[in-house]
């Protein structure tokens, strides 16, 4: 009997724990009612799992910079869905990216599109 409560236990606790997990890619923490763009100077471009990451120097009405981080779909979605890779972007690239910014104000954006300084618009992030 003990056993069983242990297992029991051990299961539930595990199911308690791991629920953040799920609801990890919601659109909860963001204001998807408005799209926000911010133009800026790439400072780092990680192609990483599980989330492909820009961050971004902008400059606001004050003319001070302002660090933005974006947060794109993974990097095997923008491969099979844009022909995105590694050096896509390169830290000094100039770049607008446009998305939902997070309901407690910070400066990140959850991206739906960017265009790069030559034109070319990159969606569906």
Known sequence: MKYFALCLTLIFSGLFLSAPLLAHHGEVNYDTEKVVSVKGTVTDFQFINPH????????????????????????????????????TLKPGDIIT?????????????????IVLSGGRVMANL
């Open 52 to 87: 492909v990451q820009i961050f971004l120097d902008v400059k606001n009405d004050k003319g001070e910079i302002e660090k933005w981080s974006c947060e794109a779909r993974s990097p095997i979605m923008l491969v099979r869905v844009g022909g995105w890779d590694k050096v």
């Open 97 to 113: 990216a446009s998305g939902y910014r997070t309901k407690n104000g910070s400066k990140m954006l959850r991206l739906q599109k």
